[in-house]
């Protein structure tokens, strides 16, 4: 026979822990940007001509597709509590560990490799020029700190411009082979091209945008050439397709061989100026010329955790904080 009292009891908190549960769902909801008004048309890019704003250059865009579940979204970390989309997902990174190495690398700022590891492709782009990308702000709280250490509201300023699938027109002022970094797990044979973009071709490197040509990503473009190819494009006029990222990791480099700590990294698309037209590099249609090379191998892209194996501490210093160089850039 059964105890109709305990039943009833029963029933009562059935129902009160799927009430929990529902509301602890809308919570979650909410806290992940819920409100699906934001999932809207992107506003259509400004002028090229108006870029001086009282506001940074990307605010009046809708938020960060590197926002969970968003156009273009991570799918790597859960962030003020919402949950990362599905590895692989539509609009995700797609994770991928290439050549053995895992997509947060072998040390340093794994959170600042998943954003240059990441392989998916915009589809498409927001248009913005070197003065947008020079103009981004950078908190004085980020500079030289793991991002897992960041306080929320330096994490929510740089999240606002980070993650964004631009384009970006100028004239590569040099191209370069780096040396063996964390993101790649050191592997020699699987190193970064940094590639510095002027709004003019006689700009400094002290002015220019670091865009770099990750190793996942150039395998996934074979039509960009070999070593010797990219190399070439030294002093082309170019439109560069990429996503937003800041590293924290190079003040010391502002001013003499970056403008700023913004960058579009990974880059995804590469278009060259040909008889007056942009042409995708990868069609294969683009003529480079024969003329020498630099293969110098250089280290201006190797930061601090990126020349520091784990045990150097990087990620245990807040006391860099004193560090005043960010500003320079934004």
């Given amino acids: 026979m059964v105890d109709r009292p305990r039943s009833v009891r029963a029933l ?20 992940c940007g819920g409100d699906t008004s934001s999932n809207g048309p992107s506003a259509a890019p400004p002028d090229a001509t108006a870029t001086a704003q009282a506001a940074p250059p990307f605010a009046t865009q809708v938020p960060a597709p590197s926002s969970p579940g968003g156009a ?18 539509a609009g995700s990174m797609g994770e991928e560990t ?32 070197v003065a947008d990308m020079l103009s981004l702000p950078v908190p004085n709280g980020v500079v030289l700190l793991a991002r897992e250490s960041w306080l929320s509201g330096d994490a929510a300023t740089v999240a606002r411009d980070e993650g964004r699938a631009v384009e970006v027109e100028g004239y590569i002022l040099m191209v370069r082979h780096e040396g063996p970094e964390t993101p790649n ?22 002015s220019a945008v670091i865009v770099e040509l990750a190793p996942r990503v150039v395998a996934r473009n074979p039509g960009w050439g070999s070593e010797t190819d990219i190399l070439r ?47 995708d590099l990868a069609s294969g249609r683009v ?7 630099n293969r110098t191998t250089g280290n201006d892209g190797q930061g601090y955790s990126n020349t520091r194996r784990p045990s150097s501490g990087y990620h245990h210093h807040p006391r860099r904080r004193r560090h005043r160089h960010a500003g320079s850039g934004a």
């Fill in 233 to 279: 494009l030294t002093g082309k006029h170019v439109r560069i397709g990429g996503w937003t990222m800041l590293d924290q990791e190079h003040p010391e480099q502002l001013q003499q061989t970056r403008g700023t700590l913004w960058e579009i990294h990974p880059v995804t698309r590469i278009d060259v100026e040909q008889n007056g037209q942009f042409v």
């Fill in 287 to 293: 003529a480079l010329g024969s003329g020498p090379v």
């Fill in 12 to 31: 009562k908190l059935l129902r009160a822990a799927a009430l929990g549960a529902l509301l602890a769902l809308l919570a979650l909801l909410a806290g």
């Fill in 98 to 129: 290439y050549q053995g190495c895992p997509p947060g690398g072998d040390g340093g700022d794994t959170m600042l490799n998943l954003h240059k590891n990441r392989i998916d492709v915009p589809g498409a782009y927001e248009t913005r020029t």
């Fill in 185 to 206: 797990c050191h592997d020699p044979s699987a190193r970064d091209y940094h590639v510095w973009l002027g709004a003019s071709p006689t700009d400094s490197r002290a």
């Fill in 72 to 89: 273009g979204s991570m799918g790597e970390e859960t962030y003020q509590g919402c949950p990362p989309s599905s590895p692989g997902g």
